[in-house]
């Protein structure tokens, strides 16, 4: 049944009037429009295939809210919930886009926008798999688009200091960062695995090639066919060390850096 409470959310643009909506712009030169994408992919034997997009959502919804309490128009799209999954395209449940259709969708957003009167995007990307080609995009909608701006944010990135300071074992895939803000969501559906591949199991590299500490740059990208091939049962490294207090310690760091950063964004000149 349709939940009536969703018309309390007042930083979402898809609950707004046309008529709203074009005011509010035209009001505020200040703004700030967020748009979540993650992706729908095997998330281990205990998180649900839709943890990226769900994360991203609830962080830009919170982002949302703490810019409007600080008195700027900052409005949250739908999430684009598919991103670029082929890793995982072994596992039944993933569903992948291609790059050219991401990129085509992005870019199609973009433009709509841009039309609207949007002059400052900031994209909360929460699956690393989708960041190349979201930066690809914004480089050729802004060249295209007169005065737009697009953030593009990976929201692990951002944090990456943190997690090598409150978590035992480094950022990947259904580990014990990602369980951990599953559990600061409530997502956690069944007990976290007590044994699972490290990432780096696999890599005929060395760490210091391409790390998984997310404050060091990589010096390569390895790639290889990975959509037909599964790795157990697609957790890494040790998802049983996650608790709720790490994922909601990372996700209020999370949200209140990207508050700064927007708000940064948004008061400087020129944006
Ligand atoms: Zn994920």
Known sequence: MYDKEILKREYCWNLFTWVKLSKELRKSRAHAILFPIGSVEQHGPHLPLGLDYIIADEVSSRVCRRLQAN???ALKLPPLPYGMSAMWGAYPGTITLSTETLYAIVKDVMRSLWKSGVRLVVIVNGHAGNADVLKVVARDATEEFDSLTIAVITIWEVVGDVIKELFQTPFFHADEVETSVAMALDLLLDKPPEKAPQPTAFRA????WHSLDLTKRP?????????????????????SLATKSKGLKLLEEMVSRITTFVSDLICKPGT
């Open 205 to 208: 590299y060395s760490e210091e």
């Open 219 to 239: 010096k390569v990208y390895v790639y290889s066919r990975e959509s037909t091939k599964t790795v157990g049962f697609g957790a890494f490294g040790s998802p």
């Open 71 to 73: 008195g700027i128009l």
